[in-house]
């Protein structure tokens, strides 16, 4: 069954220090990759996207991606984490057979001041 | 663009009872998504509209569970009796026609559904 694996349910980083948050999907043809951050209480925000070309894809604050066919992954990354950034991250993927986004569990990240 | 837009934010419910929220998606989308988020899980796939017509329910969408895109403008999802078991986040969203196109979806807020 196609799915969405984020091994990691929480992460705490402190402030200044670099984060990675991993996701792997299940195999599946041209898989469409994206990354959404959800602050409590509130909808999903999409980071970056991956549909093609360049693996490696800047995002909105700060944040990269880098699409790994190989390992069936696209980790999340900063260099250097703000205790802002402090929220659950989303890993998602479409599938060009699909209709519909496949969203994984989550990581929830929490700063150390 | 004003982005997706739902309604209520927060409903309150009694077991029991009947609830219908609505969705207004960004004017220039096509295709309407419905999802629902239990506390500390992803949001899991309810139903899609293309347009106004209903292309595929998730097994999630039990009888209770209707929806609707008239005109295939703003969408309305409604829960019939009520179950504990339905509280949760009701998150709305829409994109271009082309698999979730250039941009990704676009999220509503959500309504958070609490029943007691």
């Known amino acids: 069954a196609q799915s969405v694996t984020q091994p990691d349910i929480h992460i705490t980083v402190s402030e200044g220090a670099s984060l990675e948050l991993r996701c792997n999907y299940s195999y599946g043809a041209t898989p469409y990759l994206f990354w959404y951050v959800q602050s409590p209480g509130q909808g999903l925000q999409l980071l970056l996207k991956?549909?093609?070309?360049?693996?490696l894809v800047q995002g909105i604050k700060g944040f990269e991606a880098e699409f790994k066919r190989s390992q069936s992954s696209f980790n999340l990354r900063k260099p250097s984490v703000h205790w802002s950034d402090a929220a659950e991250y989303f890993c998602?993927?479409?599938?060009?057979?699909?209709?519909?986004?496949?969203f994984g569990s989550g990581t929830r990240l929490s700063i150390r001041p | 663009d004003t982005g997706v837009s739902q309604d209520p934010r927060h409903k309150i419910t009694k077991r029991g009872q009947n609830v219908t929220f609505r969705c207004d998606p960004i004017s220039e989308h096509n295709r309407l998504y419905w999802y629902r988020q239990t506390l500390g899980q992803g949001p899991e796939f309810l139903t899609y509209f293309q347009n106004e017509a209903q292309l595929e329910k998730s097994r999630l969408l039990s009888d209770r569970f209707s929806a609707e895109r008239p005109k295939g403008s703003f969408s309305t999802l409604e829960i019939q009796r009520t179950e504990q078991g339905d509280s949760a986040m009701y998150l709305c969203?829409?994109?271009?026609?082309?698999?979730?196109?250039?941009?990704?979806?676009?999220f509503g807020s959500g309504t958070r559904l609490t029943v007691v």
């Open positions: 969203a829409s994109s271009t026609p082309d698999r979730g196109g250039n941009y990704g979806y676009t």
């Open positions: 998602a993927v479409l599938y060009s057979s699909a209709s519909k986004i496949i």
């Open positions: 991956y549909f093609s070309g360049d693996t």
